[in-house]
């Protein structure tokens, strides 16, 4: 190794500025191995794509070239940030949801792959949901990002989406996304406590809610509890509290035979789906597993005579 590609110390995350992308990349997949981070290659590639632009393939076709100073300081920075336990797409700013990129950053939750089974069930069954003078109508109760309302979106022709949300820290964030869709049109940012403002309007309300127990939270990984809201995260005592207040105001929000979609947490789905056949408005209540076979969405239908 001559002493272009010399390695930093370990707990070093500063990288000299006159690195080829061979040895940055050695030299972050080092950095990164040795605080135990999984997966230290991939994410290499991911910070050097980031601060250089190169797409993956561009950055492996030119491993002996060398990145400018500045995006060499800029790859120790983000490096850093990283060694402090940011998740990764926090520090990237971005995060992938079916397929598409959207902007994240500490004011919203990142978005999770098993959230993306909401966007499918919602697919199958949204041409049986009622339309209101011929347009489907979508809540995403809880938005966050606006990952799942603007997937949503762009995913169902000419649906129209209330993308609601208490916070409105998350909702600057969504207002960004927004801007980067084209149907962001399509979609309506509102402040709002669960879907307060709204009546009788919805052919379907989906809805991934906070769901961790408030004892459970000390217990989450440092990368969550310490970096993602924990408003987002916190579901109350028993985890349920938000989504129970969903269930009991979501057949207000919905016309006769729309259908509600809840994403809830591991061994959760029983209780939630006997919410909703505890009581005469829904029907068809179902669970629904994940790829894993974890029971992670909860659907009801209202029935023609609730509320
Ligand atoms: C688990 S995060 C989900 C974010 C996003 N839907 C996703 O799947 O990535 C829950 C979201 O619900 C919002 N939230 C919590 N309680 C709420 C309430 N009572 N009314 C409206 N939104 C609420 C939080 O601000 C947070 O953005």
Known sequence: MNSSTRLPPLHCSKLPLCLSIQAALCCLSDALSAAAID?????AS???????????????????TRPTADSLAHASRLLERRLRGEPLQYVLAEAWFYGRRFAVDARVLIPRPETELLVEVARTLSEGMP???????LADIGTGSGALALTLAEEIPGCRV????????????ARANCGSFPAGKRVQLVRCNLGAPFARVFGGVLANLPYVRSADIPLLSGEVRDHEPVFALDGGCDGLSTIRRLVADAPRL??????LLLEVGFGQADEVAGLL???????DVQAIPDLAGIPRIVRGRRCETAG
């Open 277 to 283: 056949s505890s009581s005469h408005c829904w029907k």
């Open 254 to 259: 919905l016309l006769p035979e729309g259908w």
């Open 131 to 137: 339309r209101l003078e011929g347009t489907l109508r």
């Open 39 to 43: 997966s230290p290659q991939q994410e």
């Open 162 to 173: 209330a993308a609601c949300d208490a916070s409105q820290p998350a909702l600057d964030v």
């Open 46 to 64: 991911l910070l050097l794509q980031h601060v250089t632009g190169l797409t993956r393939e561009a950055l492996l076709s030119s491993l002996s």
